[in-house]
């Protein structure tokens, strides 16, 4: 069992920075493979981030790129989310999720491969 725990959303303003921070228990951290996920009101979760065991591979939707960073930190089980030049259109839920599957190189997109999820935080950009 995996337990992720999602802080630092909030309310900013468009062109604000913000970071999420996501902290993982119950599994040792370095052996999971991690993404964030966003669910915008009346909108399916979409994928935002994914970065592999070691931080060594991650990969981004093409609508951050360039603006998100995904980072983790091994020796303090946590997961993060650096965010530019936010804009209205980032504004939703944003989720943490890890997946046992695959190995050091890994990285997934599809969020049927990850099987727990934090309950989320929410991030507001305001125009």
């Known amino acids: 069992q995996v337990y992720l725990a999602e802080s630092g959303g909030g309310l900013v303003q468009a062109g604000d920075s913000l970071t999420l921070s996501c902290a993982a228990s119950g599994r040792t951290f370095s052996s999971l493979v991690m993404g964030w996920f966003r669910q915008a009101p009346g909108k399916e979760r979409e994928f935002v981030s994914t970065?592999?065991?070691?931080?060594?591979?991650?990969y981004s939707t093409d609508s951050v790129k360039g603006r998100f960073t995904i980072s983790r930190d091994n020796a303090k089980n946590t997961l993060y989310l650096q965010m530019n030049n936010l804009t209205p259109e980032d504004t939703a839920t944003y989720y943490c999720a890890a997946s046992t599957f695959g190995g050091a190189g890994s990285i997934y997109f599809d969020p049927r491969r990850y099987e727990y999820w934090g309950q989320g935080t929410e991030v507001t950009v305001s125009s």
């Open positions: 970065i592999s065991w070691s931080g060594s591979s991650t």
